[in-house]
């Protein structure tokens, strides 16, 4: 069975920085896309970022320039890096992936990992 784990959330001022990791395990013959989406109390899941098995990225307008993912495909991990952070940054983070097992090609969701920017 596929799991994806993330960790790396927690409460940090205006300004300052967190780093997220997902890490995929079990039974995964490969991994497509991978991306981090946030849901903010009483608003809808949005999509932050995402980057394909090949290195591309894009990213939501709202974090250009202040937030990077990246990805280890050896180590089955996508990175979030948060710089510059503001309040309405405050959500639970989760992590996605487009990944191939033994059943086929499914998405697969983390449990969430809160991020909470004071100002």
């Known amino acids: 069975q596929v799991r994806l784990v993330e960790s790396g959330g927690g409460l940090v001022q205006a300004g300052g920085s967190l780093r997220l990791t997902c890490a995929a395990s079990g039974s995964i013959f490969s991994i497509n896309a991978m991306a981090w989406y946030r849901q903010a109390p009483g608003q809808q899941r949005e999509l932050v970022a995402a980057i394909t098995s090949t290195g591309r990225t894009n990213y939501a307008d709202s974090v250009k320039g202040r937030f990077t993912i990246s990805r280890d495909n050896a180590k089955n991990t996508v990175h979030l890096q948060m710089n510059s952070l503001k309040p309405e940054d405050t959500a639970v983070y989760y992590c996605?992936?487009?990944?191939?097992?033994?059943?086929?090609?499914?998405?697969?969701w983390g449990q969430g990992t809160q991020v909470t920017v004071s100002s």
């Open positions: 996605n992936a487009d990944i191939v097992d033994y059943i086929g090609t499914n998405y697969y």
